[in-house]
């Protein structure tokens, strides 16, 4: 095996494995030696690949970000070009989809925090790109904002178990958010208003 590949594979097992200990066990139990014995790799090949554990949580985030963007991309892809709010639309659905997804990016986020809150940079940084077109798309920017903030509010409080709504309410309210004919301000509102008065 070729040394560039080894070392994606390295790269990949470790990051792997401190997903899994941070949502098995938390982030105070994520070390350089539970990712070695988690992962099978050692402690030597480990360290070759990240010196510390904050270069672990780093790459963790930033494989959480790669992810999340790739999923965005698809949802954008899927969707009708007529579509309005395209952007929103594809970030609603990203979030509604990571509701059945693992804890990972609850758990690489929680583990930042506590090493090192600057780690979490990219993912603010990225946040704020998506913001920026939000807006930018957007009729009402503070409709289209308070939709992605209800969304990411219903994710977050299920994924750190803290969601008062049963799973039937929270797909409810998943389909409102997601259904831009419902609220105001919307083309096809308006003509539904016009046409019943």
Partial sequence: MENTERSRRTREAAISAAATILE???????????????????????????RTKEAVIKALLDHQVKTSRDRFEQNLAALDPATDQKY????????????????NMVSAVLAAMAEDPALLKASTDSQRDNIQAMKEEAADADLALLRWTAARGLLVTKMIGMCPFSDEERERLFDRILNTASWPGHS?????RTIDT
């Fill in 24 to 50: 098995r066990d938390g982030p105070t139990r994520l070390t350089l030696d539970a990712i070695a014995r988690e992962s099978g790799i050692s402690k030597g090949g480990l360290t070759h690949q990240f």
């Fill in 88 to 103: 929103l639309i594809a970030q609603l659905e990203m979030l509604r989809k990571a509701l059945s997804t693992s804890r």
């Fill in 188 to 192: 096809d509102q308006k003509a539904n």
